[in-house]
């Protein structure tokens, strides 16, 4: 990643911001995104835009609009394979159908978590939008809270390089930082939610 970001300032300047949008849709199209830091990307580009050398309305919306194609592309993925899988005979569309109960409950039971705030987390991101799409949550759903954590992403990656201002080491700092933070908190949250005994209610 370091050669990246000591080159993302020349690629930017030749290809502006649709090198942004690209690296946005590649991130959490395909698992070929966990090698892309797209958000350290916006968040550079951000400082590039502060600095006069590129549109901030256009970063945001590369960001954004590289993000939603990136995340719906991932979702189709997930759901293609999903039923190639339901339909399979071999060991993984097996194990596949023991766990896309489990899967199912998580995105059903808490679909905030579960997409809205994986879309903030490194790494995590880049496999939500195909593990979405291999379970039962419909299109509609995902997206709405999709978008929730899409927005949230680029709020984030973009207040972290207006921050940082000329500072690409601090910004790289504080994103590492907060994206533990923000898992540490969703780990939390899932395993006390875990812990919760169902409430019964008396029939009538």
């Known amino acids: 990643m370091t050669h990246f970001l000591q080159n993302f300032p020349a690629l930017v ?11 946005a849709v ?11 830091p797209s958000g350290v990307a916006t968040s550079l580009a951000t400082i590039l835009a502060a600095q ?3 549109s901030l309305p256009l ?3 590369a960001a954004a609009g590289g993000g939603w194609v990136g995340d719906t592309m991932g979702f189709w993925v997930g759901r293609a394979g999903g039923e190639r899988l339901a339909r399979g005979e071999g060991r993984f569309a097996r194990i596949y159908r023991r766990r896309r109960q489990d899967a199912d409950r998580i995105f059903a039971a808490h679909p905030m978590v579960s997409v809205s705030l994986a879309r903030l987390v490194s790494f995590v991101r880049t496999l939500m939008p195909m593990a979405a799409g291999m379970s039962h ?6 997206l709405g809270f999709e ?9 984030l990656y973009m207040s972290v390089g207006w921050l940082a201002g000329e500072s690409w080491e601090m910004a790289s700092r504080i994103l590492g930082v907060g994206g533990t933070v923000v898992f540490l908190m969703a780990v939390l949250f899932l395993w006390r ?9 008396a029939g009538g």
Do not use: D, N, Q
């Not at 978008?147 to 709020?155: F, K, N, S």
């Not at 939610?193 to 209610?201: E, S, T, Y």
């Open 59 to 61: 970063v945001a919306a």
């Open 147 to 155: 978008a929730v954590g899409l927005a949230g992403w680029v709020v």
């Open 137 to 142: 949550l419909s299109y509609p759903r995902y």
């Open 193 to 201: 939610m875990a812990r919760r005994k169902p409430v019964r209610v």
């Open 26 to 36: 590649a991130e959490t199209c395909f698992v070929t995104g966990l090698v892309v």
């Open 13 to 23: 300047e030749i290809h502006g911001e649709w090198m942004l949008f690209l690296l």
């Open 52 to 54: 006069g050398y590129l």
